[in-house]
């Protein structure tokens, strides 16, 4: 399997979810490097915000109103694709829709409309993708969008956690299939930690307050930045931002005590003392393009997610430092040894 990478400035891009959030920071950041962009996502007032506003800039850019959890629907993305820009080179799967509440009190209908989305919105999503892609001179780059919650659940979101299991199973199952069978296809999995996006306001909410992505939390741009590079480097697996990544570490490595951890502190870190607002993007999508939460973005550095992006220059400032401080330490005795 030979997987060619073009830079971005030759690539054309599929981004689903394109009007908020991760996947509205990915359009841009893309569109600004000389990438052309395919939007999608359910609404079309929001998707025309996102198009001229990226057109207006000097971007290239075409919109697709779909829902993922359709598979006819995600055929017509594909077909749209090749007729504006003659096909793509990366493929995004980043809708994603959330439910607040415990999982006994959940409507089912609810719980199968989030794995429409989540889940299925993906398998779709990555079917039309490699159908294309192992057809293209080069092949392409298949990139899905999990979770921190693809290691590990938490309560109030359990279905999302589900969800995005299951998107981390499917992605990795898909993966070595693909590798068996000769395809040219890279598959990534990005798993983002607690993202500043609009996420939680958008989400469906059975608890009494309003709820909020549980802290830290970073910009969406610190996610857009680690798919950009997915889609120029074969990345088998990220998770963004340090703060998650120990967080899966401490739940692989002490799963009992994280459970008490988890279970103690997730219902009150997700919870403010805010009224409940109302609406939500379960069954259909918001009108406006946003990209961040009303609080804010987020951090917008992460030094753990730079160092996975750029392991060689990682690997020197670890250097530099161990040389600095065994430079320290060494003149630490010298000052003071006793003078003879």
Known sequence: MTVRQKPLDQQIIVITGATSGIGLATARGAAE?????????????????????????????????????????????????????GGFDTWVNDAGVGVYGDIMDLPSDEHERLFQTNYWGVVHGSKAAVRHLETREGGGTL??????NSDFAIPLLGAYAASKHAVKGFTDALRMELRHADKPV???????????????EHARNHTENEP?????????????????????????????GGAGRMMVGSAQLLPKVMD?????????????????????????????????????????????????????????????????????????????????
């Open 33 to 85: 490097q000389g990438a052309a962009v395919v939007l999608v996502a359910r609404k079309e007032e929001a998707l025309d915000q996102v198009a001229q506003e990226i057109t207006s800039a000097g971007g290239r850019a075409t919109s697709v109103v779909a829902d993922v959890g359709d598979e006819v629907q995600i055929q017509a993305v594909v077909d749209r694709a090749v007729e504006a820009f």
């Open 143 to 148: 990139i899905n969008v999990g979770s921190i």
């Open 186 to 200: 890279q598959v990534t999995l990005v798993k983002p930690s607690g993202i500043g996006t609009p996420f939680s």
């Open 212 to 240: 909020q992505v549980a802290p830290p939390v970073y910009a969406p741009e610190v996610v857009a930045q680690a798919i950009l590079h997915a889609a120029t480097h074969k990345v088998r697996s990220v998770t963004v």
């Open 260 to 340: 008490r951890v988890f279970g103690w502190s997730m219902p009150r870190v997700q919870q403010t003392d805010d009224p409940k607002t109302a609406g939500d993007n379960l069954f259909e999508g918001r009108s406006e393009g946003r990209l961040y939460r009303k609080k804010g973005a987020g951090r917008r550095y992460s030094a753990y997610s730079t160092a996975v992006r750029r392991p060689m220059l990682a690997a020197g400032l670890v250097g530099l430092a161990a040389v600095g401080a065994t430079a320290l330490i060494t003149r630490g005795r010298r000052l003071q040894a006793p003078l003879r």
